[in-house]
Protein backbone atom coordinates (compact mmCIF):
# COMPACT_ATOMS: atom_id res chain seq x y z
CA UNK A 1 0.00 0.00 0.00
CA UNK A 2 2.88 2.53 0.96
CA UNK A 3 4.29 1.45 -2.89
CA UNK A 4 1.00 2.59 -4.25
CA UNK A 5 0.81 6.24 -2.41
CA UNK A 6 4.90 6.56 -3.04
CA UNK A 7 3.94 6.08 -6.94
CA UNK A 8 0.77 8.57 -7.10
CA UNK A 9 2.78 11.02 -5.63
CA UNK A 10 5.46 10.73 -7.70
CA UNK A 11 2.86 10.46 -10.76
CA UNK A 12 1.85 13.91 -9.40
CA UNK A 13 5.00 15.94 -10.08
CA UNK A 14 6.33 16.94 -13.11
CA UNK A 15 10.09 17.69 -14.21
CA UNK A 16 11.38 19.88 -16.76
CA UNK A 17 14.53 19.79 -18.23
CA UNK A 18 16.85 20.86 -21.65
CA UNK A 19 18.27 17.64 -23.43
CA UNK A 20 21.56 17.66 -25.17
CA UNK A 21 20.48 19.29 -28.34
CA UNK A 22 18.77 21.92 -26.68
CA UNK A 23 15.31 21.10 -26.56
CA UNK A 24 12.90 21.37 -23.54
CA UNK A 25 11.84 18.29 -21.93
CA UNK A 26 8.68 17.45 -19.81
CA UNK A 27 9.11 14.37 -17.48
CA UNK A 28 7.85 12.85 -14.35
CA UNK A 29 11.11 11.21 -13.83
CA UNK A 30 13.19 12.93 -11.78
CA UNK A 31 16.77 10.88 -13.23
CA UNK A 32 17.93 13.78 -15.34
CA UNK A 33 20.46 15.75 -12.54
CA UNK A 34 19.79 19.05 -14.18
CA UNK A 35 16.10 18.73 -13.74
CA UNK A 36 13.52 20.84 -12.21
CA UNK A 37 10.51 19.98 -10.59
CA UNK A 38 7.79 22.58 -12.26
CA UNK A 39 5.22 23.73 -9.89
CA UNK A 40 1.60 23.33 -11.05
CA UNK A 41 -1.85 25.06 -10.24
CA UNK A 42 -3.94 23.27 -7.32
CA UNK A 43 -6.58 21.40 -8.66
CA UNK A 44 -9.75 23.39 -9.48
CA UNK A 45 -12.30 20.52 -8.23
CA UNK A 46 -14.94 20.46 -6.02
CA UNK A 47 -16.95 18.29 -3.99
CA UNK A 48 -19.65 16.77 -6.02
CA UNK A 49 -22.20 17.54 -2.91
CA UNK A 50 -20.39 20.52 -0.73
CA UNK A 51 -23.46 21.02 1.67
CA UNK A 52 -23.81 17.59 2.57
CA UNK A 53 -27.59 17.73 1.05
CA UNK A 54 -29.17 14.83 -0.24
CA UNK A 55 -28.57 14.52 -4.03
CA UNK A 56 -31.92 16.34 -5.64
CA UNK A 57 -32.91 13.27 -8.41
CA UNK A 58 -34.77 13.79 -11.27
CA UNK A 59 -37.45 12.09 -12.34
CA UNK A 60 -37.36 10.55 -15.47
CA UNK A 61 -39.52 12.06 -17.91
CA UNK A 62 -42.10 9.95 -19.49
CA UNK A 63 -41.29 9.10 -23.20
CA UNK A 64 -43.43 10.45 -25.75
CA UNK A 65 -46.18 7.92 -27.21
CA UNK A 66 -45.16 6.60 -30.79
CA UNK A 67 -47.97 6.44 -33.51
CA UNK A 68 -47.25 3.46 -36.38
CA UNK A 69 -49.21 5.57 -39.15
CA UNK A 70 -50.83 9.09 -39.46
CA UNK A 71 -51.40 10.10 -43.06
CA UNK A 72 -53.69 12.10 -45.04
CA UNK A 73 -56.86 10.10 -46.72
CA UNK A 74 -58.57 12.76 -48.50
CA UNK A 75 -57.56 14.16 -50.98
CA UNK A 76 -55.46 12.06 -52.55
CA UNK A 77 -51.48 12.99 -52.46
CA UNK A 78 -51.45 15.41 -55.83
CA UNK A 79 -55.47 15.41 -56.27
CA UNK A 80 -56.80 18.41 -58.30
CA UNK A 81 -60.02 19.46 -56.34
CA UNK A 82 -63.13 21.70 -58.62
CA UNK A 83 -64.94 24.03 -56.71
CA UNK A 84 -66.18 27.21 -57.04
CA UNK A 85 -66.49 28.54 -53.50
CA UNK A 86 -62.49 26.70 -53.06
CA UNK A 87 -64.69 24.33 -50.15
CA UNK A 88 -62.33 21.50 -49.14
CA UNK A 89 -62.99 18.25 -46.87
CA UNK A 90 -60.05 16.95 -45.39
CA UNK A 91 -60.15 13.58 -43.76
CA UNK A 92 -56.95 12.06 -41.93
CA UNK A 93 -56.54 8.71 -40.11
CA UNK A 94 -53.90 7.20 -37.41
CA UNK A 95 -52.48 3.98 -36.26
CA UNK A 96 -53.19 3.39 -33.39
CA UNK A 97 -56.14 5.81 -32.97
CA UNK A 98 -56.29 9.25 -30.98
CA UNK A 99 -54.94 8.78 -27.91
CA UNK A 100 -57.14 10.56 -24.79
CA UNK A 101 -55.96 13.91 -24.40
CA UNK A 102 -54.29 14.09 -27.91
CA UNK A 103 -55.41 15.91 -30.97
CA UNK A 104 -55.25 16.71 -34.36
CA UNK A 105 -54.07 20.26 -35.97
CA UNK A 106 -54.04 20.56 -40.24
CA UNK A 107 -51.58 22.75 -41.88
CA UNK A 108 -52.33 24.36 -45.24
CA UNK A 109 -49.23 25.57 -46.85
CA UNK A 110 -47.57 25.07 -43.14
CA UNK A 111 -50.10 27.29 -41.16
CA UNK A 112 -52.87 25.80 -39.25
CA UNK A 113 -56.48 26.01 -40.64
CA UNK A 114 -58.22 25.60 -37.02
CA UNK A 115 -57.74 24.77 -33.14
CA UNK A 116 -56.46 21.10 -32.41
CA UNK A 117 -59.12 18.67 -31.75
CA UNK A 118 -60.38 15.20 -31.53
CA UNK A 119 -61.93 15.37 -34.78
CA UNK A 120 -59.94 13.40 -38.13
CA UNK A 121 -61.92 15.63 -40.12
CA UNK A 122 -61.41 19.16 -41.69
CA UNK A 123 -63.58 21.47 -43.63
CA UNK A 124 -62.20 24.30 -45.26
CA UNK A 125 -63.27 26.86 -47.37
CA UNK A 126 -62.52 29.97 -49.72
CA UNK A 127 -59.43 28.08 -50.42
CA UNK A 128 -57.45 30.04 -53.29
CA UNK A 129 -56.61 28.80 -56.89
CA UNK A 130 -53.68 26.48 -57.53
CA UNK A 131 -51.50 24.34 -55.65
CA UNK A 132 -51.06 24.08 -52.27
CA UNK A 133 -49.44 21.62 -49.13
CA UNK A 134 -51.61 19.88 -46.58
CA UNK A 135 -49.97 18.25 -43.43
CA UNK A 136 -51.39 16.92 -39.92
CA UNK A 137 -49.64 16.78 -36.67
CA UNK A 138 -50.70 14.73 -33.55
CA UNK A 139 -50.32 17.29 -30.66
CA UNK A 140 -50.26 15.55 -27.05
CA UNK A 141 -51.00 17.51 -23.50
CA UNK A 142 -48.56 19.84 -23.44
CA UNK A 143 -49.19 20.82 -27.07
CA UNK A 144 -46.09 18.92 -28.09
CA UNK A 145 -46.00 17.70 -31.55
CA UNK A 146 -45.57 13.73 -31.60
CA UNK A 147 -46.32 13.15 -35.16
CA UNK A 148 -46.36 15.17 -38.47
CA UNK A 149 -46.97 14.19 -41.72
CA UNK A 150 -44.81 15.32 -44.94
CA UNK A 151 -46.53 17.97 -47.18
CA UNK A 152 -48.95 16.20 -49.30
CA UNK A 153 -49.60 18.77 -52.56
CA UNK A 154 -53.17 19.12 -54.23
CA UNK A 155 -54.24 21.54 -56.67
CA UNK A 156 -57.76 23.57 -56.34
CA UNK A 157 -59.38 24.55 -59.53
CA UNK A 158 -61.52 27.53 -59.32
CA UNK A 159 -64.18 28.66 -61.91
CA UNK A 160 -63.62 32.05 -62.85
CA UNK A 161 -66.39 34.32 -64.08
CA UNK A 162 -64.99 33.95 -67.50
CA UNK A 163 -65.41 30.20 -67.69
CA UNK A 164 -68.89 30.58 -66.23
CA UNK A 165 -69.78 33.27 -69.18
CA UNK A 166 -68.27 30.33 -71.43
CA UNK A 167 -71.20 27.69 -70.27
CA UNK A 168 -73.90 30.16 -69.46
CA UNK A 169 -73.26 33.15 -71.51
CA UNK A 170 -76.77 34.68 -71.46
CA UNK A 171 -78.17 34.30 -67.95
CA UNK A 172 -78.59 37.71 -67.45
CA UNK A 173 -79.28 37.60 -63.83
CA UNK A 174 -75.25 36.15 -62.84
CA UNK A 175 -73.19 38.10 -65.65
CA UNK A 176 -75.48 40.71 -67.30
CA UNK A 177 -76.22 41.61 -70.94
CA UNK A 178 -73.76 40.14 -73.16
CA UNK A 179 -73.63 40.78 -76.98
CA UNK A 180 -73.31 37.35 -78.17
CA UNK A 181 -76.44 36.17 -76.79
CA UNK A 182 -79.85 35.67 -79.22
CA UNK A 183 -81.99 39.03 -79.92
CA UNK A 184 -84.97 37.02 -77.91
CA UNK A 185 -82.84 36.85 -74.96
CA UNK A 186 -81.73 40.59 -74.57
CA UNK A 187 -83.84 43.10 -72.81
CA UNK A 188 -85.32 45.90 -74.40
CA UNK A 189 -83.39 49.16 -74.78
CA UNK A 190 -83.96 51.78 -72.74
CA UNK A 191 -85.50 55.23 -74.39
CA UNK A 192 -83.45 58.12 -74.01
CA UNK A 193 -85.85 61.26 -73.08
CA UNK A 194 -83.10 63.21 -76.04
CA UNK A 195 -85.10 60.68 -78.63
CA UNK A 196 -88.57 60.96 -78.70
Known amino acids: ?16 YIDAQGNRVFTDQPGNRNAKRVPLATSNRMSANPSGAAPVTATPAKPLFHYDMLRVLVPEPDATIRSTA ?20 LLLDGQPTAEP ?5 FALSNIDRGSHNLSVEI ?6 TLERTANQPFHMLRISLAQRRQAKPCVLTDYGQRPECPLKDKPEEEKSFFWR
Open 139 to 144: LDEQGR
Open 1 to 16: MVACLISLSAMAEVFT
Open 86 to 105: GELIVSVTSEPGLQSGHHYR
Open 117 to 121: GPSPV
